[in-house]
């Protein structure tokens, strides 16, 4: 038997469909791209600090640093200039206290960032984060009850009080991430009934107690000081819960979702966009981020094709807009 014969298909196969035809060159391949990431979905973390903590680069996070006040604002003009048109705010205070004082003070870290961004580079989007993890001793996202247990309904109050002092200073969306229930409608009503009607909450509506969130706790200086948060954040087992939590923040007010994390949770962030009529935002958080750099340090992966491909998956999966470390480098990376 000749080589040709032994290569012969032997059964009957259908050789009229041929999809390799559309990947013939990188034209052909361009033109039937079915997804793209656009820059102006991308939203960049920063982390903005009192002068009392460190600064710099965070060694678990290559390329991502800790900002002062004074220092922020020119930051966001950098990435105002790349395309980047909005950015999350987180705050590491000097001061910490049981009862989370510093987040709701009018001259805290964050109340005098967003004044500092918004006088310096006005068109750029201030979403803060709205949580007490950073500012309570005890590193949990809410006040404790006697019992050592986070106090949902006593929690609410505090985050009212911290959103409505970054309304004032000038934040264009407030984003809670503590996962306290009924945390949307009751800010929905505290903005609404102080004038602050126009600002939109995007919700950390389905955030789960993921591992994947080691490098931001040195970043933020926000690592529980006795148990964890598995009595508010999600088990990652869990999707039909997920799309309640989604459902209940929407009926509440929610002008957007997150869902966080990313990579390992695709699967909800399609879901979520299916039962959902707003943007859904998904949040690449900081242990993905520390995966590919390290990867790509050790020469692993190639680092830019894995941060494209995975962002363009977040895109494919549904994610109308992207919270991620990469979101600088990926658009310096593409410049048009
Ligand atoms: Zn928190």
Known sequence: MSIGELLRPRTTVDLTKRPRRLRSSAAMRELVREHAVRVGSLVQPLFVVDPGQPQGEISS??????YTVE???????????????????????DFKDSVASSAHD?????????????RDVPEMLVIADLCNCEYTDHGHCGILDEAGDVD???TLELLGRTALSYAEAGVDVIA???????????LRATL??????????????VKFASAFYGPFREAADSTPQFGDRRTYQMDPANAREALREALIDLD???????????????????????????????????GE?????????????????????????????????????????????HRT
């Open 61 to 66: 996070m290559p390329g991502v640093f800790r």
């Open 106 to 118: 009018p001259a805290g870290v964050v109340q005098r960032a967003i004044r500092a961004i918004k």
């Open 289 to 333: 981020y520390a995966m590919v750099k390290a990867a790509g340090r050790n020469g692993w992966i190639d680092e830019n094709r894995t941060i494209d491909e995975i962002l363009t998956s977040f895109v494919r999966a549904g994610a109308d807009i992207i919270i991620t470390y990469f979101a600088k480098s990926y658009a310096q990376r």
């Open 192 to 205: 609404d009934g102080s004038s602050f009607g126009s600002i939109p909450i995007m919700s950390y509506a």
């Open 71 to 93: 220092n922020v604002a020119a930051e966001c003009r950098e990435l105002a200039a790349l395309g980047i048109k909005a950015v999350l705010l987180f705050g590491i205070p």
């Open 252 to 286: 509440e007010g929610a002008d957007f979702l997150i869902v966080k994390p990313a990579l390992a949770y695709m699967d909800l962030i399609r879901a979520v966009k299916e039962i959902s009529d707003v943007p859904v935002a998904c949040y690449n958080v900081s």
């Open 152 to 154: 949902n309904d006593a």
């Open 176 to 186: 809670p991430s503590d996962m306290m229930d009924g945390r949307v409608g009751y």
